[in-house]
């Protein structure tokens, strides 16, 4: 239960995090950023390790507050999993980060958000271990096992106790490439993107 919800920090925090590039970009201040010196691939990685050093604060903020209302957390895991918690929480923020490359207005972010983070949430390892999840509903463990959040949470669960999922962390990192390139491509000015789009 303790890994679902730190995915689920994670989770929040990677999408939500993203609402502030859509209203970056109508008021134009992300036209500008992008076109500074640096390279634009370079603004949006900074931008999602921001939002990841974010998440880990608050799992760990929570992770005191589990401890010091006596919940049984392995203290060795919580320092072990610091190197997964970077990967997964690059890896969420890339996902909302691609997300907001294609929205162009605010309100729009909000509606995806709803339709995006519940069902990656539900559907998902977070609340039951695969094994139960197979138990309960066969077609609902199959879900489970073509959505990215599930291997986050198994790659949180096993770093946790001090163990690691390869599978598991291979699916994540493979998530982290698709939608982090996805992410530059959304946001390259004249390839078509939202940016240039709206710089037209």
Not at 103 to 115: K, P
Request: a positive charge; one cysteine or more; glycine letters at 8%.
């Amino acid at each position: 239960m303790v890994p679902g919800l730190i995915g689920m920090i994670q989770l929040f925090n990677g999408i939500q995090s993203s609402l502030s590039m859509v209203y970056d970009r109508e008021m134009g201040s992300m036209r500008v950023l992008l076109s500074s010196p640096l390279p634009h691939w370079f603004v949006l990685a900074l931008r999602m390790m921001a939002a990841t050093c974010v998440s880990i604060i608050q799992i760990y903020a929570f992770a005191a507050i589990a401890l010091a209302l006596r919940t049984d957390l392995p203290l060795e895991g919580l320092a072990a999993m610091l190197p997964v918690l970077v990967v997964t929480g690059l890896t969420l923020s890339a996902i909302g980060m691609f997300l907001s490359s294609w929205i162009r207005q605010l309100e729009n972010f909000a509606g995806i958000m709803n339709f995006v983070i519940f069902p990656i949430f539900f559907i998902s390892s977070a609340l039951y271990p695969l094994w139960r999840v197979k138990e309960s509903s066969p077609w609902l463990y199959h879900a489970c096992q073509w959505n990215p959040f599930t291997y986050i949470v198994e790659a949180i669960r096993f770093a946790m106790y001090g163990q690691m999922n390869w599978q598991a962390l291979a699916v994540v990192a493979g998530t982290l490439i698709v939608f982090g390139a996805a992410s530059v491509m959304g946001y390259t000015p004249g390839r078509g993107g939202p940016t240039a789009g709206r710089a037209a």
